[in-house]
């Protein structure tokens, strides 16, 4: 039987610009035809970043609609491009292990009837979940098995994942049997994200999409409904947004120096503004003010907008790691 589901009204804020829980933009004429098969159709503006996007999905073989991993070749560019792939997996193997080993130690925690500890760890889980969340959600079962908001779950599905375990926590729920749920769906997510191997471009459209979705939707609407800290999802989101990009810096700055050097900046003035509203797992949602969203939110998306120019430089290093 369903478990039962409440319906409770997101808060939105509306002095975020917000183009909508999925919203699209129109794509640079340079991103090549390999992404744009992984896109959504957009709407017409005069914005030139490519819209925010969701990853499907791995599949056989390792690759994904973001591309595939960097092979061949032995230019500096080309052994740039290998390096980024490399760190990439590593990055995204890194995150779901830290995410299983949340969601494990957030089982103990429900056992063990401690709380404070509980709703500590499922925090923690859902930082490590955004780490991945844009290589994970487009995959409609484990996305929504891990992540969706009771206000997505249709009228003949149950309520289960993060969020369902937050209620719980935060409010009252079948706590016991959400969470073991959760620690099932876990190792699915670890295992199918084990197989991602993305080319340079395909990490870069990564993370100008993580920038976007903090804009289109984790600063109008907070996702932690019951916790309202929603703060958590945006300092996580833009931190491995950040590490994306760090992956491929390197490669960037032998390709375009002068615009790798402005996104490199343009990074750490976000991981500052971030910062300075406070710890995410204490500040709630209404301490946040309207102006310190719309201020933070144009923040994003110009790093977005420069970091799609330089993700587009990167095409010809896209699936192969070598000039196509």
Same mark, same amino acid.
């Given at each position: 039987?369903?478990?039962?589901?409440?319906?409770?009204?997101?808060?939105?804020?509306?002095?975020?610009?917000?183009?909508?829980?999925?919203?699209?933009?129109?794509?640079?004429? +340079?991103?090549?035809?390999?992404?744009?098969?992984?896109?959504?159709?957009?709407?017409?503006?005069?914005?030139?970043?490519?819209?925010?996007? !969701?990853?499907?999905? #791995? !599949?056989?073989?390792?690759?994904? *609609?973001?591309?595939?991993? #960097?092979?061949?070749?032995?230019?500096?560019? +080309? &052994?740039?491009?290998?390096?980024?792939?490399? *760190?990439?997996?590593?990055?995204?193997?890194?995150?779901?292990?830290?995410?299983?080993?949340?969601?494990?130690?957030?089982?103990?925690?429900?056992?063990? @009837?401690?709380?404070? $500890?509980?709703?500590?760890?499922?925090?923690?889980? &859902?930082?490590?979940?955004?780490?991945?969340?844009?290589?994970?959600?487009?995959?409609?079962?484990? @996305?929504?098995?891990?992540?969706?908001?009771?206000?997505?779950?249709?009228?003949?599905?149950?309520?289960?994942?993060?969020?369902?375990?937050?209620?719980?926590?935060?409010?009252?729920?079948?706590?016991?049997?959400?969470?073991? #749920?959760?620690?099932? &769906?876990?190792?699915?997510?670890?295992?199918?994200?084990?197989?991602?191997?993305?080319?340079?471009?395909?990490?870069?459209?990564?993370?100008?999409?993580?920038?976007?979705?903090?804009?289109?939707?984790?600063?109008?609407?907070?996702?932690?409904?019951? $916790?309202?800290?929603?703060?958590?999802?945006?300092?996580?989101?833009?931190?491995?947004?950040?590490?994306?990009?760090?992956?491929?810096?390197?490669?960037?700055?032998?390709?375009?120096?002068?615009?790798?050097? +402005?996104?490199? @900046? &343009?990074?750490?003035?976000?991981?500052?503004?971030?910062?300075?509203?406070?710890?995410?797992?204490?500040?709630?949602? +209404?301490?946040?003010?309207?102006?310190?969203?719309?201020?933070?939110?144009?923040?994003?998306?110009?790093?977005?907008? !420069?970091?799609?120019?330089?993700?587009?430089?990167?095409?010809?290093?896209?699936?192969?790691?070598?000039?196509?």
């Amino acid at each position: 039987m369903p478990l039962p589901r409440p319906s409770p009204s997101p808060t939105r804020h509306a002095a975020v610009p917000n183009r909508g829980r999925r919203g699209r933009h129109a794509r640079s004429a +340079t991103t090549v035809a390999l992404l744009v098969a992984a896109l959504g159709a957009g709407c017409a503006t005069t914005d030139a970043r490519p819209p925010a996007t !969701t990853a499907p999905a #791995a !599949t056989a073989g390792g690759t994904s *609609a973001y591309g595939s991993g #960097a092979t061949g070749g032995s230019t500096a560019a +080309t &052994q740039a491009a290998q390096a980024a792939t490399r *760190a990439f997996g590593a990055q995204v193997d890194t995150a779901t292990a830290a995410f299983v080993g949340a969601v494990a130690a957030l089982q103990a925690d429900v056992a063990s @009837g401690s709380t404070a $500890a509980a709703r500590s760890d499922e925090l923690a889980a &859902q930082s490590d979940y955004d780490a991945f969340r844009a290589l994970e959600s487009a995959n409609a079962v484990n @996305g929504s098995t891990l992540d969706e908001l009771s206000t997505d779950v249709g009228a003949s599905e149950s309520f289960g994942g993060l969020h369902a375990v937050e209620r719980d926590l935060w409010t009252s729920g079948p706590l016991a049997a959400d969470v073991s #749920a959760l620690a099932g &769906q876990a190792p699915v997510a670890q295992f199918l994200l084990g197989r991602e191997r993305l080319g340079p471009e395909a990490i870069g459209q990564v993370a100008v999409d993580q920038l976007n979705w903090v804009v289109d939707t984790a600063l109008p609407v907070s996702q932690e409904q019951y $916790a309202h800290l929603g703060l958590v999802d945006v300092a996580a989101t833009e931190q491995a947004a950040h590490r994306s990009f760090s992956d491929i810096a390197p490669l960037a700055g032998l390709v375009d120096p002068s615009l790798t050097t +402005t996104v490199t @900046g &343009q990074f750490a003035a976000l991981d500052a503004a971030i910062a300075a509203i406070g710890d995410p797992a204490t500040v709630p949602d +209404t301490s946040i003010t309207p102006a310190v969203r719309l201020a933070l939110s144009r923040q994003l998306d110009a790093t977005a907008t !420069t970091l799609a120019r330089l993700v587009a430089a990167l095409a010809p290093y896209g699936t192969r790691g070598a000039p196509s």
